[in-house]
């Protein structure tokens, strides 16, 4: 009996040590992947087909990241230059997404086929709202940097040739 006690005081230490260890290395996991995205506030949330998005796997990228809804009239206004600047500097490795901060995706889903938007579309939310401090009003965009940093943000409606300056300024840095 005291030789099956021990057995199984042995096993359950080791089993115990075996967890903690994955637990541990779960949490360097997690501690190494917020040191390699910078500090653009990360998240995950819904595209228009249900899956989910997480802005990180965009790492490598400049991002154009831009809060909006379609009944904001300068939200409506940008889109067409943020339809053209995706398809003119995709292959250069510039990505845009729109948080929509409507309350039906089919709203959003409609909105986007009938006006061509050919960028990544999530629904957003009052969390990440508070994560990126929109609250002074929308459209409110973000210029993130290849690896995850905030360079800069713009609020209001917000011209082509003023996003333009800082993203050519991005993509060239590190060719």
Same mark, same amino acid.
């Given at each position: 009996? @005291? %030789?099956?006690?021990?057995?199984?005081?042995?096993?359950?230490i080791?089993?115990?040590?075996? $967890?903690?260890?994955?637990?541990?290395?779960?949490?360097?996991?997690? @501690? %190494?992947?917020?040191?390699?995205?910078?500090?653009?506030?990360?998240f995950t949330?819904?595209? $228009?087909?249900?899956t989910n998005f997480t802005l990180s796997s965009l790492k490598g990228k400049v991002i154009l990241l831009d809060f909006w809804a379609t009944?904001?009239?300068?939200?409506?206004?940008?889109?067409?230059?943020?339809?053209?600047?995706?398809?003119d500097l995709a292959d250069k490795g510039f990505e845009v997404v729109g948080v929509s901060l409507d309350k039906?995706?089919?709203?959003?889903?409609k909105f986007a086929e009938k006006n061509g938007i050919n960028y990544i579309l999530v629904m957003g939310d009052n969390k990440i709202g508070d994560k990126y401090n929109i609250s002074r009003g929308i459209p409110t965009t973000f210029i993130i940097d290849k690896d995850g940093n905030s360079v800069k943000s713009f609020l209001g409606l917000t011209g082509r040739k003023e996003f333009e300056q800082v993203i050519l300024e991005l993509?060239?840095?590190g060719k």
């Open positions: 009996m @005291a %030789k099956n006690g021990k057995t199984f005081s042995v096993i359950l080791m089993c115990v040590s075996v $967890l903690s260890l994955c637990m541990l290395a779960g949490c360097a996991e997690k @501690a %190494k992947k917020a040191v390699e995205w910078g500090d653009s506030p990360d949330l819904k595209q $228009l087909d249900g009944w904001c009239g300068y939200c409506v206004d940008e889109i067409p230059d943020l339809i053209a600047m995706r398809k039906r995706a089919e709203t959003v889903k993509l060239e840095k």
